[in-house]
């Protein structure tokens, strides 16, 4: 066993080492975001071939083994954002506003892997991101899957592609040309997401092939799932009505922003997730006399695997550990609220097989932190993507 002290991380990036075959990592506690919910007191990682092969208690490692004893610090699963915009390095990545519906658009052709946003995120402990086009059209387009890694490359980086549909149930489509115009108000939307979904199951049940339409059958068969923008309790409401009740999609709820939680209990009766944020709190539309914050009130109804989002460039995704924070302060379980940035993201997008827990078997997407993940007194010392050191504060904090 090679037993390295915490700071010996800096010396190994320095000769260009940022990953050992094996490696074992001592942390002072280990949230393993597990479906047991296991916390170990001291606990360790041990991480071999970019995959997690030990999570538990400290033991005796072989002498090939590179060990980092860091008992000061708390290690964490990356964090997973489903509704992002930073893939292309710009404030928006890619928002295709000419025709109302557009399956066939991608964001994949956006993609600049190992832009400075990417790397920022990861200096802020974020991972896995779900890179979409922008909300400006009622069927925005396809978007992709990736790891905010230090590589240059597409193949590397993008791990589903597509990764799933990006749908505008309301507002944003709505302000584009203004609530009263032709084919903008929510009727017309509604009609026009219906008419091109009927298109689709009409090639589907013909076996007629239409490249356009190919990736949204997919979605129509639960093969791939879909998140939709939509905000406000009408909006909720009408969305998990489509996209739920009648479709029977793998459709997540995001933003439902505003007022959204008021319908929380047909929502979580319904088995509809919620992927809330970037606005966490409603303190202007209820009208109520108190700031209600929208993660407490989904969770306290019941509403099964709910997660955070940035919606970035909106909220920058190196905080998006803070859309956590603020909303256990707003009332929410802080447990929860951690569950709700890395194991339940990944759960309804279905890549729990791969990332969201420390568990044997999984990616090694690993954050060292210095206390609490969602204490924003703490810093993020250190990541591992697939084993490999993505980055080190005590090297990369002049970068940044």
Known sequence: MVKRPFGFVAVLLLAGITSADRLAIRCGKLLTMNAEDEIFSPGMVCIEDGQITYVGPPRDQSAS????????????????????HIHSGGFGGINDMVRSVNPELRSSAAVRPDNRK?????????????????SGTNMSGFGVLYKTKRD?????????????????????????????????????????????????????????????LHDLQRVLTR?????????????????????????????????????????????????????????????RRSRN??????????????????????????MPQEEFFLQGAMSARLGAGSYEMLQALTIHPARVFGIDDRVGSLEVGKDADVVMHSGDPLDPRTRVERVWIEGATEYDRAIDKQRF
């Open 65 to 84: 083994t590179d060990v980092i004893d860091a008992p000061n610090t708390w290690l964490a699963p990356g964090l997973v954002d489903l509704h992002t």
């Open 118 to 134: 990417m790397q920022v995120a990861c200096s802020g402990g974020v991972t896995t991101l779900f890179g979409i086009p922008g």
């Open 152 to 212: 240059w490359r597409f193949e590397s980086t993008v791990f589903a592609n597509p990764g799933g549909l990006k749908i505008a149930q309301d507002s944003n489509p709505e302000r584009r040309a203004g609530s009263f115009a032709f084919g903008n108000n929510r009727a017309s939307m509604g009609w026009t997401l219906e008419n091109i979904c009927a298109r689709a199951l009409g090639a589907e049940r013909q076996g007629r092939s239409d490249p356009a």
């Open 223 to 283: 093969e791939l799932p879909v998140l939709i923008h939509t905000a406000g309790s009408s909006g909720v409401a009408n969305t998990a009505r489509m996209w739920h009740n009648k479709y029977k999609t793998r459709c997540v709820i995001s933003h439902g922003s505003f007022n959204g939680w008021k319908v929380a209990a047909a929502i979580a009766e319904w088995g509809v997730p919620v992927n809330h944020g970037p606005r966490t709190m409603d303190f």
């Open 289 to 314: 006399g108190r700031i209600n914050g929208g993660a407490a009130e989904y969770v306290k109804a019941g509403v099964r695997n709910f997660s955070l989002n940035t919606d970035s460039s909106v």
